[in-house]
T-cell receptor
Framework: EDQVTQSPEALRLQEGESSSLNCSYT??????LFWYRQDPGKGPEFLFT???AGEEKEKERLKATLTKKESFLHITAPKPEDSATYLC???????????FGAGTRLFVKA | GAGVSQSPSNKVTEKGKDVELRCDPI?????LYWYRQRLGQGLEFLIY????????KSGLPSDRFSAERTGESVSTLTIQRTQQEDSAVYLC?????????????FGSGTRLTVV
């Protein structure tokens, strides 16, 4: 069964303290791995798509990387406005649905 | 429109009543998805539409749940005889086509509370 597990459930950082969020996945043929950001009371906002092991994508202070079993979202020198829930999701080859993990809640304190 | 619009934003209903949730996707987006998000949990897939057909409705929890879509436009998710466990945020998303590499565009959701 296709599955996505994210860790940690919650992460508290000081402003400027870099860290990484983990997404482990099991899928029968990966078509794509996605990262989203979700703010309270809003729908998820798309960040990145990764397709194959070794691929990296960057956006401002965020960098996503992909291996055959995991993806990492690296946050460099975070700011309080980076506080949100970060969701990882996978789409299996031959399937229509995207399967989401439970997310990591990130809190960045000034 | 500029984004995915969902209505109502909040709905409180009594157990046993039927509710209808509406989603207006981005114009031109042929793919439409419904997800459910319970408090503190991830998104749970419900149904996928391509145009007005539903190639994958494997996530609908029971026969109390149904959904339809008019052409490549509005979709409604109907929950009959609501139960307390149906309380959740129901999110709609759309994309240009299935497997869109730019990901989905989500609405802000309908928060359903069954009392």
């Amino acid at each position: 069964e296709d599955q996505v597990t994210q860790s940690p459930e919650a992460l508290r950082l000081q402003e400027g303290e870099s860290s990484s969020l983990n997404c482990s996945y099991t899928v029968s043929g990966l078509r794509g791995l996605f990262w989203y950001r979700q703010d309270p009371g809003k729908g998820p906002e798309f960040l990145f798509t990764l397709y194959s092991a070794g691929e990296e994508k960057e956006k401002e202070r965020l960098k996503a990387t992909l291996t055959k079993k995991e993806s990492f979202l690296h946050i460099t020198a975070p700011k309080p406005e980076d506080s949100a829930t970060y969701l990882c999701a996978v789409q299996a080859a031959g399937g229509f649905k995207t399967i989401f993990g439970a997310g990591t809640r990130l809190f960045v304190k000034a | 429109g500029a984004g995915v619009s969902q209505s109502p934003s909040n709905k409180v209903t009594e157990k046993g009543k039927d509710v209808e949730l509406r989603c207006d996707p981005i114009s031109g987006h042929t793919a439409l998805y419904w997800y459910r998000q319970r408090l503190g949990q991830g998104l749970e897939f419900l149904i996928y539409f391509q145009g007005n057909s539903a190639p994958d409705k494997s996530g609908l929890p029971s026969d109390r749940f149904s959904a339809e879509r008019t052409g490549e436009s509005v979709s409604t998710l109907t929950i009959q005889r609501t139960q307390q466990e149906d309380s959740a945020v129901y999110l709609c998303a759309s994309s240009l086509s299935w497997g869109e590499s730019y990901g989905y565009t989500f609405g802000s959701g309908t928060r359903l509370t069954v009392v």
